[in-house]
Nanobody, 118 residues
Framework: QVQLVESGGGLVQAGDSLRLSCAAS??????MGWFRQAPGKEREFVAA????????YYVDSVKGRFTISRDNAKNTVYLQMNSLKAEDTAVYYC?????????????WGQGTQVTVAS
């Protein structure tokens, strides 16, 4: 059974940093990534990483501030978020799928709340 378990969300001040983690169990995936959904908005893509080769892909609004990485031995993907802004406030979802850089998502995590106070 496939599970994606996220952790690391919380309440921070603008300019602070957070690191999200997503541990996958059950299998490995061609690509893993992160999406987010702010109140009243559609879920949007944030970042993705291929499981081999080191390729990554970001939405323009987080380039230079967020870094996605993975630990293959732990089957875990991370999202390091620096210089956080109020507009980064959202529920962040881990995702796993078969395509990159445009992620076709096969599995979702349960979501973790990130709140950035201005």
């Amino acid at each position: 059974q496939v599970q994606l378990v996220e952790s690391g969300g919380g309440l921070v001040q603008a300019g602070d940093s957070l690191r999200l983690s997503c541990a996958a169990s059950g299998r490995t995936f061609y690509a893993m990534g992160w999406f987010r959904q702010a109140p009243g908005k559609e879920r949007e893509f944030v970042a993705a990483a291929k499981w081999s080769g080191g390729s990554t892909y970001y939405v323009d609004s987080v380039k230079g501030r967020f870094t996605i990485s993975r630990d293959n031995a732990k089957n875990t993907v991370y999202l390091q978020m620096n210089s956080l802004k109020a507009e980064d406030t959202a529920v962040y979802y881990c995702a796993a799928g078969r395509t990159f850089p445009i992620m076709g998502v096969d599995y979702w995590g349960q979501g973790t709340q990130v709140t950035v106070a201005s």
